[in-house]
């Protein structure tokens, strides 16, 4: 049984940073397609980031959030600098449990965290 499990998110200023973690069970992390999904009030859950042999971003985050992984640890990070308010939502740990490109993961995924919120003031 695969467990994800995320922390790090907070109330942060326009302009500054957050690292979100999530802690995998059940699995090697570097065994899977991981990333990242978000969901604002009212909105759909969107993609942010995926990775697998490589890595694929969303637009909105492309420059700003780096995503990256510690096998030893068996974790999977997300580096968010330069937030902005309409960054503001849940953010998923997700995986599929396979290796594949990180683009993949923007297709869905098999495997979620608990979610963890991240606000962005102005």
């Known amino acids: 049984q695969v467990q994800l499990v995320e922390s790090g998110g907070g109330l942060v200023q326009a302009g500054g940073s957050l690292r979100l973690s999530c802690v995998v069970s059940g699995r090697t992390v570097g065994s899977y397609t991981m990333g990242w999904f978000r969901q604002a009030p009212g909105e759909d859950r969107e993609f942010v980031v995926g990775?697998?042999?490589?890595?694929y971003y969303a637009d909105s985050v492309k420059g700003r959030f780096t995503i990256s992984r510690d096998n030893a640890k068996n974790t999977l990070y997300l580096q968010m600098n330069s937030l902005k308010p309409e960054d503001t939502a849940v953010y998923y740990c997700a995986a599929i449990p396979i290796l594949s490109s990180g683009d993949s993961l923007s297709r869905g995924a098999d495997y979620w965290g608990q979610g963890t919120q991240v606000t962005v003031s102005s």
């Open positions: 990775i697998g042999w490589n890595t």
